[in-house]
């Protein structure tokens, strides 16, 4: 089967883009790869939630798509937590676009990463009392050579006006198109799967990266109580899915959401995320990667930063949601971010950072084992 999206990493080659800015703190990257090295400056936390002891440093490029520009504001209050392909040519990249009226996942569209145009929102709010009434955001794809399949995240509840920022519970929704940029409808007779009491994912079961395994898909979900990485499982995407017992780490790991890549110079599977960090209150602070040979068996302690306030070069404080793809012999990751010093939720914008393959896992054994 043709494998042509995020979902399945495609290393769809677009030619040579020229890289701006330059990361500072230590250098990690060369022509012969990119090696995760120990980190020099381990982050401690008030609550002694656990840091990342390594380092995978990316080159940062900078903002390549800003919010404001999107049809009938549908991003006039920011553009983040977005999810990027590559299908015949051209990049696909949903993001949540803030509107008037709430988040809404909307596409954008570029042949080179850099110069994205806006299309406007590919789903709409649910009608009142429906679990995506509020917002109908993140929306996360896969081919399966047949169909396009969106799970996307749904919730009743927001924020007050005029931020409308999404909360709890976020549920994982279904929709289906007829290509990338749809039309897409939305699927109300499927149930992926919901929160549960008393479990890690009581809070939140959202959308993430699904793959293909054996005879299987898992989907890489966000969960909480405390945030972390479950995986859920099935064999017809238009089916429910089986949620795992466990996370893939523990909950004070303090991760969500996810885009994996699998580097066959080593067989090792790359799991980028979002880390949580903690000074006075919570926020995105750093693209964390977690590394593994086996999807069903992840290592806390194999986990590096990827890309914080040291080498971005225009966010200080806050970096947030990841996406990558292989262009070549790169990878490109595109992340939001609000600049400056700013913590906030609002007024994101897209970066662009980028890692030379292959990716190199540290030859030393992880902490503690």
């Known amino acids: 089967m043709k494998k042509i999206n ?18 500072s703190g230590q250098t990690a990257s060369s022509s012969a790869g990119s090696r995760i090295v120990p980190e020099t400056a381990v982050v401690s936390y008030p609550d002694h939630r656990p840091a990342a002891l390594y380092r995978l440093e990316a080159r940062d490029q900078g ?36 509107g008037p009226k709430g988040w809404l996942t909307c596409l954008a569209v570029s042949r080179d990463l850099v110069h994205w145009t806006a299309r406007g929102p590919l789903l709409d709010f649910g009608a009142p009392g429906e679990d995506d009434s509020a917002s109908a955001s993140y929306g996360v794809t896969y081919f ?11 919730t009743p509840h927001t924020s007050p006006a005029p931020d409308l920022i999404p909360s709890f519970p976020y549920l994982t929704m279904k929709a289906q198109g007829a290509s990338p940029a749809g039309p897409w409808a939305k699927r109300k007779d499927i149930i992926p799967f919901r929160t549960k009491p008393g479990t890690y994912y009581q809070d939140t079961a959202s959308p993430g990266h699904v793959i293909k395994s054996g005879g299987e898909y898992l989907m890489f979900f966000s969960a909480s109580m405390k945030r972390t990485i479950g995986i859920a499982r099935t064999k017809d995407l238009d089916g429910p899915w089986t949620i795992d017992p466990a ?7 303090q991760v969500e959401n996810s885009s994996l890549y699998f580097e066959p110079a080593n067989r090792t599977w790359f799991l980028f995320t979002n880390h949580v960090g903690l000074d006075g209150f919570e926020y995105t602070d ?3 990667v977690y590394w593994t040979k086996d999807l069903n068996q992840w290592d806390a302690g194999r986990k590096a930063v990827v890309l914080d306030g040291r080498n971005c070069t225009w966010s200080r404080r806050c970096v947030g949601l990841p996406s990558v793809i292989k262009v070549g012999d790169r990878l490109a990751i ?10 906030s939720h609002m007024g994101r914008d897209i ?8 990716l190199l896992p540290p030859e030393t054994k992880s902490p503690g084992k």
Not at 144 to 154: I, K
């Open 6 to 23: 995020a979902a399945l990493i495609l290393a769809g080659a677009m030619g040579a883009i020229m890289m701006l800015g330059s990361s």
């Open 63 to 98: 903002v390549v798509f800003r919010h404001g520009g999107g049809p009938a504001d549908c991003d006039k209050l920011g553009a983040r937590d977005l999810w990027a392909y590559e299908w015949e040519g051209t990049y696909y990249m949903n993001y949540d676009g803030a």
């Open 144 to 154: 399966d050579g047949a169909r396009w399949h969106m799970f996307y995240l749904g």
């Open 247 to 253: 996370p893939i780490v523990a909950p004070e790991e």
């Open 286 to 288: 750093a693209v964390w």
């Open 334 to 343: 595109l992340y939001d971010a609000p600049g400056g010093d700013s913590r």
């Open 351 to 358: 970066g662009l950072a980028w890692l030379d393959l292959p």
